[in-house]
T-cell receptor, first 111, second 116 residues
């Protein structure tokens, strides 16, 4: 099935640094979601975006719904060790529709 | 709020046996539940979408007779892997969307299936 392209694929950063990752699609989505998955666990919803151009924050996390509706960005400020994990974007074409997931960005934070 | 549980969290079975995985929404009613499969270091791949009281919709390439899905109530969906084989070993995760927040999916903790 279709997958969204996420970049970077993985990143090593130092504690305290800011992190940026993005997700692109060849088709338009009406909802963008960002999840974090820890090893052996299910994904946890971080941020949901519903409108093109929307910028939404959740603590140190900020996500934006691209104006073209074909991309989304997630920023993490002042990273801490517990930010380690895999971050997935997911797009939905409409209400209660199935999600298409990104390829994931693996984040590792060093002290 | 929006808690989804899965049972069992881990199961090991012999080849040829069937395994049932339960997915429950604990504090909300889920009109739609989704079943995903995830291989190591890969993203989630949707297997099927189930709506309460109706037949599940399977993604292309997913055998409906192999992966039986039942969505008996607004809080419970089950996935049965029939006649399991080693290639069915994987991490199976369910998600649910509520009647209130229909565009958001909340995931269970996953079930690790190992077929010997």
């Amino acid at each position: 099935g279709q997958q969204l392209n996420q970049s970077p694929q993985s990143m090593f950063i130092q504690e305290g640094e800011d992190v940026s990752m993005n997700c692109t699609s060849s088709s338009i989505f009406n909802t963008w979601l960002w999840y974090k998955q820890d090893p052996g666990e299910g994904p946890v919803l971080l941020i949901a975006l519903y409108k093109a151009g929307e910028l939404t924050s959740n603590g140190r996390l900020t996500a934006q719904f691209g104006i073209t509706r074909k991309d989304s960005f997630l920023n993490i400020s002042a990273s801490i060790p517990s930010d380690v994990g895999i971050y997935f974007c997911a797009g939905s074409p409409g209400t209660a529709s199935k999600l298409t997931f990104g390829t994931g960005t693996r984040l590792q934070v060093t002290l | 709020g929006a808690v989804v549980s899965q049972h069992p969290s881990r199961v090991i079975c012999k080849s040829g046996t069937s395994v049932k995985i339960e997915c429950r929404s604990l504090d909300f009613q889920a009109t739609t539940m989704f079943w995903y499969r995830q291989f190591p270091k890969q993203s989630l791949m949707l297997m099927a979408t189930s709506n309460e009281g109706s037949k599940a919709t399977y993604e292309q390439g997913v055998e409906k007779d192999k992966f039986l899905i039942n969505h008996a109530s607004l809080t419970l969906s089950t996935l049965t892997v029939t006649s399991a084989h080693p290639e069915d070993s994987s991490f199976y995760i369910c998600s649910a969307s509520s009647t209130v927040r229909v565009d958001e999916q909340f995931f269970g903790p996953g079930t690790r299936l190992t077929v010997l």
